[in-house]
């Protein structure tokens, strides 16, 4: 009987050992997968804010790409958190973070498991834009497009880019008021990429100095917006297509240049600086810039300094 008492209670001290161990690997689980859990997603929001807020120095500067990436990821990981040297990658279009981080466990140590080392990686890239809302009604010619160099993109009477052309584009309608009012609010329209386009035959001088005035004093920003230092989303900032020349077959079997349309062959953004002249004369100056808006977009479309930021992985 005494012998049988001992073993009952055998049994039990065992039991309330297997329940205990059951209980704080339960509890260990809820609190340190949940540590785990928590530092995994941390790290991840880090990284993917790290790699798309470096991109606002890409394709330029690749130097200042690495420090606010790297600045970005020691401000938001959590405390000990490594983070890995930023990579510059996809010719200076891309950006690579990663960081790890190991969580030391508290109750799980008790079943036996010490700590987990937890990764997070991201991948950022700017892509060319091939489709975009909001262009200017205003062409540049593919070989005219100059980054960093102050340009007139609308030329006098005197100046014609071909036929008489000089650069105003028929957007959704022709006639002077209908490109004022796309100089001054955007064409709302989406254009594409070998998408062919109508030219503006007129001059469109007096609606291009008013439409121009218009968005250079619609800048809300102090200071006003300048090459040295703009907001992508100000009036004094436009997209303005880049065109090529239509090629047409005649009945002879050559060749010749279309007078009314224009082929796009990719989207640039462009900083107006001023007007200039007067009647017939008036010109509309500022510099091409890169940066990065909203709209279609292809990794290997045509690059002329437009981008959308995605985060691939
Ligand atoms: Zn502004």
Not at 105 to 127: C, M, N, P
Not at 188 to 210: A, F, K, Q
Request: charged share 20%; proline share 4%; aromatic share 6%.
């Amino acid at each position: 009987m005494n012998e049988f008492i001992r073993n009952e209670k055998g049994s039990a001290i065992v039991l309330i050992t297997i329940l205990l161990t059951v209980l704080v690997g339960m509890a260990a689980m809820v609190t340190d997968t949940g540590a785990v859990f928590l530092t995994r997603a941390r790290l991840q929001n880090a990284v993917d804010a790290a790699a798309l807020a470096a991109l606002q120095d890409l394709p330029g500067d690749t130097a200042q790409a690495v420090a606010t990436a790297a600045n970005y990821a020691a401000t938001d990981c959590p405390p000990d958190a490594e983070i890995d040297m930023p990579q510059i990658l996809e010719s200076d279009r891309a950006v690579f973070v990663s960081a790890h981080k190991t969580v030391h466990y508290g109750l799980a140590r008790i079943i036996g498991f010490d700590s987990k080392t937890v990764a997070a990686q991201a991948l950022a890239r700017l892509e060319p834009i091939t489709g975009v809302r909001g262009a200017l009604p205003l062409g540049v010619m593919k070989d005219v497009w100059t980054p960093g160099q102050t340009v007139i993109l609308k030329g006098g009477a005197q100046e014609s880019i071909f036929y008489g052309w000089r650069g105003a584009l028929a957007l959704g309608g022709n006639g002077a008021s209908n490109y004022e009012e796309n100089l001054k609010n955007n064409y709302t329209e989406i254009l594409r990429l070998d998408d062919l386009v109508d030219v503006e035959e007129g001059n469109m001088s007096g609606p291009t100095l008013t439409g121009t005035e218009y968005r250079l004093a619609g800048c809300p920003h102090t200071p006003a917006c300048t090459l040295e230092n703009y907001n992508t989303t100000c009036p004094r900032i436009g997209i303005i297509p880049v065109v090529e020349e239509v090629l047409l077959t005649d009945k002879k079997g050559e060749q010749t240049t279309s007078k009314k349309q224009v082929r796009i062959c990719g989207f640039a953004l462009f900083l107006l600086s001023d007007t200039e002249g007067n009647g017939s004369n008036g010109q509309l100056t500022g510099q091409f810039i890169q940066g990065i808006i909203q709209g279609e977009a292809d990794p290997n479309g045509p690059d002329f300094g437009v981008y959308r930021a995605r985060l691939v992985q």
